[in-house]
Structure formats: C-alpha cells, structure tokens
C-alpha cells in the first residue's frame, strides 16, 4: 500500500533511469490519467494511500513509457494549438514547430481564406486547426495513408468539424481535382534524412510512423513535389506555407523561384533555426 507521492517518486526515479525526458512531469501525467485526475488533483490527494486495483491500471502504462513510447500515444490525445486532437501510431504526434506555423499563418493571413489544401494532413491537426480559425473556408485534407485519415475523420468528428473539412486519399496532389484554386496550400511534410531520422529519440524512431518522418534527396524529394505542383492548384497571389527541415531553405528558395514563386519569405523558429517557408504565387 503507496501513497500517491510515493508512487510518483518512485516512477519518476523509473523514468530517470529509462532515459525518459521530463521524467517527474511524465510521472504525474501518467499516474493523473491512469487515475482520472489532473495535476492540481492529483496534488491535493498526494497521502491518499493507492489500492491495489489503482495500482494494476498504473503499472502497465508505467512499463509502456519505460520503453520509452511517447506519452501521448499512451494516454490517447494531446493538446494542441487549442484543440484536443486524438493520437496514436496511426500518424505523428502533432509539434509544437507546428504550432507555429499556424501562429505565423494567422499573422500572414489577415482575409479568411476561402478554400484551403493540407497536404498529408496525418492526424488532422493542421487542416483543423485552419478550420477552426477560419469557420467559412472550405478545407481539403490529403494523406496517402488510409489509417492517418481515418484518425484525421475521428478527429474531425469529435471537434464538430466533419461537416466543414474534407478528407481524401492522395498521394501529394495526385487524386486532388484540378481547378480547385486554392488560396492557401499548406504542408508539413516528410523532411528529415535518413542519417537524422535514425538520431531522434526513441520516442520518434521506434514508435512513430517513419514515412512521415524521412524523405529522399537528403529530405527534399516531398518538397520538391509539392513545390513542383503548387501552382497549378494556387490561385493568382495564392500562399504556399511550409515546413521545412534546417539547412533546406537556400535549395528549397531556388526551387520555388523555379516554380515561378515571387514573394519568398523564410521564418524561424523557437530556436532561430529556419524552420518555414511562405511563397506567394
């Protein structure tokens, strides 16, 4: 018999010790969830003495995240530019680079834009996003992986935004109707290299699907697709919005110039590294 502060300790040295990030905020997350409370509850009952039953449903997500699955793929969701969005190994866990690229897109885009393309839209988090901040743009969401779009549907549902936001089956532009004329195409593609995918952590190289991860070409074989076939589903002035890999953007402005991009714009992210790209078409 353990008092809640007890086991918290004792999972966090748990943590420690796997290599765990984090490891006592990682902790409490995890025993709140397994016990149905947040953190500030969980605070306030920290002498209340667990029972066994409490125990057994702690335990088993305890051993999950010592072998280092992301957190949020245990407990099943994750807060995210305002939304709870549903997550598992279906699609990446949406990031907080990410994030920002929907703050920076907001900044950019002051006209609520009338029809809008997410291209490989994974859980749904950006394509949702966009229509939750613009409730009168139409928005199509294209992921090649049936199982990703499942989870964007499910994510879509549970927000009311199913009516408001389509998705289809596509490989990058491939299946998306011609004349569409969007105003504002926006991507989080595959971007990293092989040698980089290999050295993220656990979290990411283990348990994440890896094709949404790394792409050829040292990371640019998506971009350069979707860089190649944007304006034929721009409209005049319509917005390009990507994001990027660090050291892409000198090879990835000569593509856009190429495409017949004008106005480029390259932004950093939290840590000053060039993370997005705006073009203009």
Known sequence: MLPVLEVIQKTADFFAKKGVESPRLNAELLIGHALGLKRMQLYLQFERVLSEVELEKIRPLVKRRGQREPLQYIVGETEWSGLRLKVDRRALIPRPETEMLIELLAGLVVTPPPAML????????????????????????????????????????????????????????????????????????????????????????????????????????????????????????????????????????????????????????????????????
């Open 118 to 281: 997410d291209l490989g839209t994974g859980s749904g988090a950006i394509a949702l996003a966009l229509a939750t901040r613009y409730p009168e743009a139409a928005v199509l969401a294209v992921d090649q992986s049936e199982e990703a779009l499942a989870l964007a549907r499910e994510n879509a549902a549970a927000l009311g935004l199913a009516e408001r936001v389509t998705f289809l089956r596509s490989d990058w532009f491939g299946a998306v109707p011609t004349g569409g004329g969007y105003d504002l195409i926006v991507s989080n593609p595959p971007y990293l290299t092989a040698e980089e995918t290999e050295a993220t952590e656990p979290e990411v190289r283990a348990h994440e699907p890896i094709s949404a991860l790394a792409a050829d070409e040292v990371g640019m074989a998506d971009l350069r697709t979707i860089i190649a076939g944007a304006p034929a589903f721009l409209k005049a002035d319509g917005l390009l919005a990507l994001e990027t890999g660090i050291d892409q953007h000198a090879a990835l402005r000569v593509m856009l110039e190429s495409a017949g991009f004008g106005r480029i714009e390259s932004r950093q992210d939290l840590t000053g590294r060039d993370r997005f790209l705006f073009a203009w078409r």
